[in-house]
Each structure stands twice: as C-alpha cells, then as structure tokens.
C-alpha cells in the first residue's frame, strides 16, 4: 500500500510517498480501505517536530473508508461498513487499522469525504458549546 510519511522532520518538501505492508488488524480492529482523509494542522506540528514522533511517521488522524476485514474480537462492524474515525494516527495512506470501539458507522446519506472533513471539527464543535460555553439561545422580542 501506499503512506505518506515523513522520514525527518522539516517542511513540506519532507512528505514522502511510500510503499508499505498493509496493516493487519488486531483482534479488536478494522482494516480499513480508506476512501478519504482529514487534513489538519496538527499535520503540520508533526511534520515540524514540535509535537514528537517516531521516524518514520505517517501522518494524519482522521479518515473515512470500507471496512476489509476485522479482527478476531470484532462485532460491531463488518466487511463492507462504511465508517469514519478520528484521533488514530496514520490515515495519509490507501488502508489503516482503527480500534472497533472508535468507529462511528456512516448512514447512506453521508458521504467519506462528509465524514473524514466532520468528524474532528464536529467534536470540537460541541466542546467548544457544550463545555467550555454552554451555548444557548436567546430570542429578545
């Protein structure tokens, strides 16, 4: 499979197309063929090296996809579920493994690239107005 990784730290020119094994899942993950990924700036604070990595390291954190195959201890998701997650690094690449428990199962109506661009960004959505501001509405007449 193909990866996007860094090799060293530095800037852009640093990303570097790579031909790696595909992952196997453990027995409580997914495999999944990733059909589209987040890009965010935390990407570019590991890419820098101001958030530390091992080397070599793939970027990303976010990605939607098909499920291929799952692990052994696996019941909540099968071959050919469609499904989002966040915050597992490595989803700069064509597949990845994710643990079950952090895989959200699209609906039909939403597309991967929908769920790969929402799923952080909705998340901090609602902290931003559930916990650090409980936002509210206030009509005045």
Excluded: K
Aim: proline share 8%.
């Amino acid at each position: 499979m193909r990866a996007i990784q860094i090799l060293e730290t530095g800037g852009p020119e640093v990303l570097t197309l790579q031909e790696l094994p595909t992952p196997a899942p453990a027995p409580h993950e997914a495999l999944i063929r990733i059909e589209a990924c987040g890009v965010n700036f935390i990407d570019t604070y590991f890419r820098e090296g101001r958030y530390p990595a091992s080397l070599p390291y793939t970027l990303g954190q976010e990605a939607a996809g098909t499920v291929v195959s799952v692990g052994r201890e696996v019941s909540a998701v099968t071959p050919g579920d469609r499904v989002a997650w966040c915050s597992i690094p490595g989803t700069y690449a064509e597949y990845a493994v994710a643990p079950e428990s952090r895989l959200v199962v699209l609906p039909d109506a939403i597309s991967t690239q929908q769920a790969a661009a929402a799923m952080l960004q909705g998340m901090t959505a609602h902290y931003l107005t559930h916990s650090t501001y409980a936002f509210r509405l206030v009509i005045r007449c």
